[in-house]
């Protein structure tokens, strides 16, 4: 399935046609999405709640990729490190919270679950955690 996998996101980079960076593109678009939420505490509190309902079991209370029900190969990224495997922007980070990583990636979408204002939410909550 690796092959595969790796496949697909050389079509991926091919068709977003920005090979101006080696990292994988969540989506072609999505570094320049803009989070229309205001990072109030108020928001950044519903981030982190919903983060506690749908992300903590894998990422870790702490977003340290340390959960409970954390898998190995590849274990959940850590969210609080500085190293953005498929893109740090909101817009990127957004599109795989709603999205996931596709392929036979652990990190599955959670729009069917969750709002779009949530998965905003929980970007801005990440900024909190994370570096900036
Ligand atoms: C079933 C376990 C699981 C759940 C639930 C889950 N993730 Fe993930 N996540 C992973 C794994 C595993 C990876 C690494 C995947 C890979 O490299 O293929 C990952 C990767 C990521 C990445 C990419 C990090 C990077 O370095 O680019 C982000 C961002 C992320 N997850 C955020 C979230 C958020 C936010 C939630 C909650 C809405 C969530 N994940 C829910 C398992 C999970």
Known sequence: ????????????????????????????GAATLKNPVTPTPDAIAKG??????????????????????????PSPADLTDDRWDHGSSDG???TIIANGLGGDSKMK???SALSSTEMWQIVMFLRTIGPR
Not at 48 to 73: M, V
């Open 109 to 111: 979408g959670a729009k």
């Open 1 to 28: 399935m690796r092959g595969a996998a790796t496949a697909l996101l050389g079509m991926v980079l091919l068709v977003s046609g920005t090979a101006t960076t080696l990292q994988a593109q969540a989506k072609p």
């Open 48 to 73: 982190k709640q919903a983060f506690n309902k749908a992300c903590r079991h894998c990422h870790g209370p702490e977003g340290k990729g340390d959960g409970p029900l954390a898998q190995k190969d």
């Open 92 to 94: 990127e980070i957004y």
